[in-house]
């Protein structure tokens, strides 16, 4: 696959987290605030207990539906 296709795929694929969040609906301003906000938290004083709080909600997203729709890394 090729860097372009492999890009294209990769900015699906988040757009596809930012559904599956329930975010898809907020002004892009919102969303981008959000995740700024949370990468800055990721790299705060508690980063590994924020990752790890992050994961087990993102865990806990993904397995309300029984899938992941291809977009779980």
């Given at each position: 696959?090729?860097?372009?296709?492999?890009?294209?795929?990769?900015?699906?694929q988040?757009?596809?987290?930012?559904?599956?969040?329930?975010?898809?609906d907020?002004?892009?301003?919102?969303?981008?605030?959000?995740?700024?906000?949370?990468?800055?938290?990721?790299k705060?004083?508690?980063?590994?207990?924020?990752?790890?709080?992050?994961?087990?909600?993102?865990?806990?997203?993904?397995?309300?539906?029984?899938?992941?729709?291809?977009?779980?890394?």
């Amino acid at each position: 696959m090729n860097a372009r296709r492999e890009d294209a795929r990769r900015k699906i694929q988040l757009g596809g987290l930012v559904i599956k969040s329930g975010m898809a609906d907020y002004p892009a301003s919102v969303i981008l605030g959000a995740l700024t906000l949370a990468a800055g938290a990721l790299k705060g004083p508690n980063a590994d207990a924020t990752k790890a709080r992050f994961e087990a909600a993102g865990d806990a997203a993904f397995s309300d539906d029984g899938e992941d729709g291809g977009n779980r890394s």
